[in-house]
């Protein structure tokens, strides 16, 4: 494991962007400036993370997503 976390991060075991060691250590989110403990999902490259809307969910059980555009820091947390 590498002192950078991965450029895309899902917190979904089902999805092929899933890490469970880069998880366990622990990625911090920092979004536009402000540190985010909301996020499912990111992708640096892209500039998006996917955050939970409210509390509703699909027809499978999966929390509904909101994709927000911005500058994505990923770090690890001490």
Excluded: C
Excluded at 30 to 46: A, H, I, M, Q
């Amino acid at each position: 494991m590498t002192d950078v976390p991965p450029n895309h991060l899902s917190i979904n075991p089902k999805s092929p962007h899933y890490d469970e060691a880069a998880l366990t250590k622990g990625v911090g989110i920092r979004f536009n400036g402000k540190e985010r403990t909301d996020v499912l999902e990111y992708s640096v490259p892209e500039g998006w993370i996917l955050v939970a809307a409210g509390t509703s969910r699909d027809r499978y059980g999966n929390p509904m997503t909101v994709k927000l555009k911005g500058t994505v820091e990923p770090f690890f947390q001490s």
